[in-house]
Each structure stands twice: as C-alpha cells, then as structure tokens.
C-alpha cells in the first residue's frame, strides 16, 4: 500500500548547526504538506509544495519537491532552539494524506 | 475563532467499554479527517469524510466508526475499546486540497 518514508527518525545538533530530513513516497503525490509539532502539541502547517522540483524558503527553512514528485525535503539552516519538535511529511493521493514517520529535531544549545 | 475543537482531552477506558470522540470545526470546511498517532508511527488516517454526507475508510478503519453529523461535526466511536486502541487521536479539517490541515489539540486515550 502508500507509503511515506521518512529519515531520520531522530537528529540531535548543536545549535547553530544545518538539519535535514527526507521524505520519500512509493507512489507520485498530488501535493506534499510540512508540519511543525512541539511536545504535547498539535501539527501546525508550515508549507505545501505542488509542483514538480519546486524549491520554497521560509527565513531558515528550505522546502523542495523532488521532479518525480515522489519525495521531498526539509533543510534548516543555522538551526536555533526554537526549532526543536517533530517535523512531518504529509503526501496527498486522491483525497488521502499519508504523513512521514517524522523526524524528532533536538537542539543542543 | 476556534477552528477545530476536540473533546474529551483525556480519557481513560477499560477494555470492552465504548465512547465517542466529538471533533467540531467552525470553518466551513468540507473535508474532516481523524488520525491516531502512536510513538514512532506518525500519523495514520483512521477515516475522514470528503464532504457532508459522505465517509470513506483510512488506512487503520478496524474497530472504528465515524458519523459526520452535519458539515461542522464529525465523530469517532469506539464500539469496544482495546488496549491497542491506547493513542492520541487527531482531527482536523480542510477547505480544498490546495490548502493546509487545520488540527485539534488532541485526545489522549488509554485503555486499560
């Protein structure tokens, strides 16, 4: 069945340090959505890409969409301790959203 | 504005006993969705409902039912709670597919 991959699973970095995490799909997606959830929270949205090798910044934060549509990343760079939390994938096929396993972003101050 | 509204918070269930999950969103959303999210797991579509009216299964539909009552409420019914069912349930709601999940703070379910 559809399945979203995501790597790694945990990332502890010093700050200041870069961070990255990887989405990868087994099938093409009609769009992909990145979520932000601190400990005890709720996803909150930070960005939806939709088309083929889309690249968006947000200040520190880099989002691509790979050509295939089939997987995407997230890049932070300079990371500060206010970045810590789960970062999600969410890929959409039809009217599902089949979200990454997550990546848990530790910053060392 | 609230946007999406879950109640209970927190409950606490022995196995065999049923309840429901209330989920409300005031933003005139057509598409609800529930998820579970377990340690390690992400989040996985439990069932969501495209539009008043309609329900379709997720990926994890087994030992669930849902109602979407009207186009502002969708619940989630646990006929028989088991412990497997222990999780985080999740809703949330969209206005079309080119615009952002709204989620609810959650209910934190156990089941003894």
């Known amino acids: 069945g559809q399945q979203v991959m995501q790597i790694p699973q945990y990332q502890h970095v010093q700050e200041g340090e870069d961070f990255t995490t990887y989405c990868n799909s087994s099938?093409?997606?009609?769009?992909i959505q990145w979520y932000k959830q601190r400990p005890g929270g709720h996803p909150v949205f930070l960005i939806q890409l939709v088309k083929s090798g889309e690249v968006k910044k947000q200040k520190r934060l880099t989002f691509q969409f790979g050509e295939a549509k089939k997987n995407s990343s997230l890049h932070i760079t300079a990371t500060q301790t206010t970045d810590v939390g789960t970062y999600f994938c969410?890929?959409?096929?039809?009217?599902?959203?089949?979200f990454g396993t997550g990546t848990s972003l530790t910053v060392i101050p | 504005n609230a946007g999406v509204t879950q109640t209970p918070k927190f409950q606490v269930l022995k196995t065999g006993q049923s309840m429901t999950l209330q989920c409300a969103q005031d933003m005139n959303h057509n598409s609800m969705y529930w998820y579970r999210q377990d340690p390690g797991m992400g989040l996985r579509l439990i069932y969501y409902s495209a539009s008043e009216g309609t329900t379709d299964k997720g990926e994890v539909p087994n030992g669930y039912n849902v109602s979407r009552l009207n186009k502002r409420e969708f619940s989630l019914r646990l006929e028989s709670a088991a412990p497997s069912q222990t999780s985080v349930y999740f809703c949330?709601?969209?206005?079309?597919?080119?615009?952002?999940?709204?989620f609810g703070d959650g209910t934190r379910l156990s089941i003894l």
């Open positions: 969410a890929g959409l096929t039809g009217n599902q959203f089949y």
């Open positions: 949330a709601s969209l206005g079309a597919k080119d615009q952002p999940q709204h």
């Open positions: 099938t093409t997606l009609s769009n």
